[in-house]
């Protein structure tokens, strides 16, 4: 099955996304000042930008057959990103997000189906398939950040019902155990970071029963660390 139809789709779902959290701004909010360790919106936004930038030139490259090597340091690539756009108004943010999503999205049509799908054909992704990056950066990466954003705003339903049908949007993509089992896990974790414990939980629950891989690497997670010692979080760890 060629997942790019869904993909695309779920990637004008973020873009939609995006555009919704922007109008709903004050105006001042959009004109603070942010620092580096104390991101403005602005600088959320340009975060978002950056980032999108990058995977659309990568995608450019691989294309061309340049396979080249990642950061592994995203901490600085992030500072880099905050240091790129600090000095850039709120209009030239909002266009570089425009900018970055159409560069991807052109440059996701000018791969083959075997450059996404094929798990081996680029070392550089160690052994996963090139759309679940892509999946992953472009569409769970900036969808956590605006769910972080409105749980800010005490607009903590919004933020859940979003990352709830991102969840199911991102399984539709491929139905295998292993993957939804991720998905699945993504999701308890947002909600476990947003105090939501009894539904992360649930959720974790089936995480584990679909990619039995994920529970050890659950037991030691910081993101689920607000459910050790609850009744429910410890059965799951019982047999």
């Known amino acids: 099955m060629d997942v790019r139809p869904n993909l695309v789709e779920l990637l004008e779902r973020t873009r939609d996304e995006e555009q919704a ?11 603070r000042i942010g620092k580096v360790n104390d991101w403005s919106v602005k600088d959320l936004i340009a975060h978002l930008a950056g980032w999108q930038l990058r995977m659309a030139d990568r995608l450019a490259e691989l294309a061309r057959g340049e ?10 690539e992030n500072a880099l990103i905050w240091s790129e756009y600090s000095d850039r108004n709120w209009e030239e943010v909002l266009r570089a997000l425009s900018t ?7 440059n996701l049509h000018a791969l083959s189906a075997e ?23 472009e569409c769970t990466h900036p ?19 979003m990352m709830e049908n991102l969840s199911n949007d991102l399984a539709r993509l491929d139905d295998s155990p292993r993957w939804v089992g991720v998905v699945r896990y993504n999701l308890a974790c947002y909600l ?4 939501e414990k009894d539904r992360a939980i649930e959720i974790l629950g089936d995480a584990l029963r679909l990619h039995p891989g994920l529970t050890e690497w659950s037991r030691q997670d910081t993101d689920l660390v ?14």
Not at 21 to 31: G, H, I, K, N
């Open 143 to 161: 969808m956590m950040h605006l769910a972080e954003s409105y749980v800010k705003r005490g607009q903590a339903d919004r933020a859940a019902k």
């Open 226 to 239: 607000s459910l050790h010692g609850l009744p429910g979080y410890e059965r799951l760890y019982a047999n």
């Open 21 to 31: 959290f922007v109008a709903q701004l004050p105006s001042q909010e959009r004109e």
């Open 192 to 195: 476990a970071l947003a105090g």
């Open 115 to 137: 450059d996404l799908h094929d798990a081996d054909r680029f070392e550089s992704q160690k052994g996963q398939p090139l759309w679940r990056t892509v999946a992953g950066n």
């Open 100 to 106: 970055g999503h159409q560069r991807l999205m052109d």
């Open 67 to 76: 396979d080249k090597a990642q950061p592994e340091d995203i901490e600085a």
